[in-house]
């Protein structure tokens, strides 16, 4: 497993934006798919964005447009960049990696996932 931390959530009014920081404690490429997921109180944990080494993304339907997943792999930081920030996007938001190294598609599914933070909080009101 690889030891994740977030950083960079808030509170932010509707159509703001945020951008949400996850440090890694291994170089970054060694996860093939890393990605953000979140939850709500009361409701599964929901993936949001996915991307793998080769930097190929995977966004749900209900973000597409408005986040962008992207990685720095010289400083081992995965990023979501949130744009257009609405009240259903408040939650809790997670860092997620699957440190299999091997090549394979990368999906918004949380049981693909064995590493993660602690999460940050993201307040659109």
């Known amino acids: 497993h690889v030891q994740l931390v977030e950083s960079g959530g808030g509170s932010v009014q509707p159509g703001g934006s945020l951008t949400l920081s996850c440090t890694t404690s291994?170089?970054?490429?060694?996860?093939?798919?890393m990605g953000w997921f979140r939850q709500v109180p009361g409701k599964e944990r929901e993936g949001v964005a996915v991307?793998?080494?080769?930097?190929?993304?995977r966004y749900a339907d209900s973000v597409k447009g408005g986040f962008t997943i992207s990685k720095d792999s010289a400083k081992n930081t995965l990023y979501l960049q949130m744009d257009d920030l609405k009240p259903e996007d408040t939650a809790m938001y997670y860092c997620?990696?699957?440190?299999?190294?091997?090549?394979?598609?990368?999906?918004?599914?949380?049981?693909?996932?064995?590493?993660w933070g602690q999460g940050t909080q993201v307040t659109v009101s």
């Open positions: 291994r170089y970054i490429d060694a996860n093939y798919c």
């Open positions: 991307i793998n080494r080769r930097g190929t993304t």
């Open positions: 997620a990696a699957d440190s299999s190294p091997l090549a394979r598609r990368c999906r918004l599914v949380r049981d693909d996932y064995n590493s």
